[in-house]
């Protein structure tokens, strides 16, 4: 009995223990930071503003001149001429993104269709109306490197940061589950969970033979009923015999 308990401890604490270490290990990599794919997500989104910067920059420097441009674009703004809007809406997809996803961690996606749409409406109504089309390369390339990152932004966090993070959160769950299962069912315990003590020899033979007490009770009834016939038919031949002789 003692062996047949003891194996049985031994063996919920193998099971249990690498499922503790392992909640243990993803509950204190949650606390510490964020997943590596929303960290690479982050970078993404870090990525999409310092480029549309450096493209703004660039388009500044070969037209005449930072300063003078600076002027031109943000002081006398004109929304049919100027990329300053662009760098502005880029700002806009950097400080939301960050926010909702790296601060605030949010586990949907409605933050990124919001930056989305706006950008790609904005970027169309300005492609539309305005003249950038006419000022050379950087007329093509400011509107249109917003729009692609934006979506690659999106295809990232909809099929990379949130599935994975799903199925990371579902693992955890099946963890606890596996972890909670054998302590929810260790209070009524079930015939299969009762190990009787090892009968000995001379208990299982009084057994038996208590068992078998009403049968041997029969037979020596009948033993007796047997014998007595034979007697009374043994006196009744003595009996003829001895008339017989007479």
Not at 20 to 33: D, H, I, L, N, W
Not at 45 to 55: A, N, P, Q
Not at 202 to 222: G, M, N, R, T, V
Request: net charge negative; charged share 20%; with cysteine.
């Amino acid at each position: 009995m003692d062996s047949r308990c003891s194996s049985a401890g031994g063996g919920y604490s193998i099971h249990s223990t690498p499922i503790s270490t392992r909640m243990e290990s993803f509950e204190a990599g949650e606390k510490k930071c964020i997943s590596d794919v929303r960290r690479t997500f982050c970078l993404f989104v870090t990525f999409d503003l310092l480029f549309i910067t450096l493209l703004w920059i660039i388009e500044l420097n070969v037209n005449g001149g930072i300063q003078s441009q600076l002027e031109r674009e943000v002081l006398h703004y004109d929304y049919h001429a100027s990329f300053f809007d662009i760098f502005l809406l880029a700002v806009f997809r950097f400080a939301v993104l960050i926010l909702a996803y790296a601060v605030c961690r949010l586990r949907h996606w409605w933050a990124i269709a919001i930056t989305t749409a706006v950008s790609c409406a904005f970027l169309i109504v300005k492609v539309i109306l305005s003249k950038l089309l006419s000022q050379g390369a950087f007329g093509y390339c400011c509107p249109s490197s917003p729009s692609w990152l934006a979506w690659i932004e999106t295809w990232l966090l909809d099929f990379k940061v949130l599935p994975q993070e799903n199925e990371e959160l579902n693992r955890f769950q099946s963890l606890m589950d596996a972890e909670r299962a054998p302590l929810m069912g260790a209070g009524p315990l079930s015939d299969g969970q009762f190990y009787a003590p090892p009968e000995s020899v001379a208990d299982s033979d009084e057994e038996l033979d208590d068992k078998h007490d009403p049968e041997k009770d029969l037979i020596q009834q009948l033993t007796l009923t047997g014998s007595a016939l034979l007697k009374k038919r043994c006196l009744t031949h003595s009996a003829i015999l001895l008339f017989i002789c007479l």
